[in-house]
């Protein structure tokens, strides 16, 4: 029997177009199965400052609504800024709190910087947004990379064993989530 198809949404948290963390989600999805189709999400800069008493349609935020509420799970990867989340993933995660369409959704969220410490702070603080928005999660669904530039060659591309092995496994962790999430649907 074929394999259903699994449509995930993978957003990076830099807009710098080299970002180490867009990198990521690229390795994440050339290291995906064939059923599984990852679309990464690049619409962090269009859409407006979150304001709760908008009540008019944005275009932008609708798109980006729908295509949270349609897939089958998110992946995160986001930079640390001035130990925090950088502004652009947090307005956009803001504007899903009232829409409420990250609840129960399957997510895998990870950090990465060429500090030591990989954007533990900036992780933490994910997570935690991830909580009150309902995501769908479990203790193996983070992961923090440091010294990320000595992790990919000058092309970007991942070449440390260790960190690819560690990308399968959470996308293996968000799998397992989206099926688990499915069996009990
Ligand atoms: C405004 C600013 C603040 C930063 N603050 C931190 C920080 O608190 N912790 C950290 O580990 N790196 C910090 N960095 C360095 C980033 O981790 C680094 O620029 C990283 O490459 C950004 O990720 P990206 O390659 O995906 O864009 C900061 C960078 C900038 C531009």
Redesign the pocket.
């Known amino acids: 029997m074929k394999d259903k198809i699994i449509n995930i949404v993978a957003i ?5 177009p ?7 989600i690229i390795t994440i999805k050339s290291l995906a199965p064939a059923n599984v189709v990852i679309k990464i999400w690049e619409g962090l800069d269009e859409l407006p400052h979150f304001n709760p008493s908008t009540k008019e349609e944005i275009i932008s935020v609708n798109n980006f609504r729908q295509q949270i509420r349609e897939a089958d799970g998110v992946i995160f ?8 989340v950088p502004g652009v993933l947090k307005n956009a995660l803001d504007w899903l709190v009232f829409s409420g369409e990250l609840n129960e959704k399957p997510v895998i969220a990870i950090s ?4 030591y ?3 533990d ?2 992780l933490a603080s994910l997570l935690l947004t991830l909580t009150a928005l309902g995501a769908n999660k479990n203790t193996l669904s983070s992961i923090s990379i440091g010294n ?2 000595n992790k990919m060659n000058e092309a970007g591309e991942i070449t440390d064993q260790e960190t690819i092995s560690s990308l399968q496994i959470i996308l293996a962790t968000l799998l397992e989530t989206i099926s688990l999430a499915r069996i009990s649907n």
């Not at 990076?12 to 710098?16: E, R, V």
């Not at 080299?18 to 990521?24: E, L």
């Not at 990867?77 to 925090?84: C, H, I, L, M």
């Not at 990465?112 to 500090?115: E, G, K, Q, T, V």
Request: glycine share 12%; net charge positive.
């Open positions: 990076s948290g830099s807009l710098n080299n970002s180490s963390n867009s990198n990521i990867s986001t930079p640390e800024y001035a130990f925090g990465a910087s060429p500090l410490t990989g954007g702070k900036s990320v530039k």
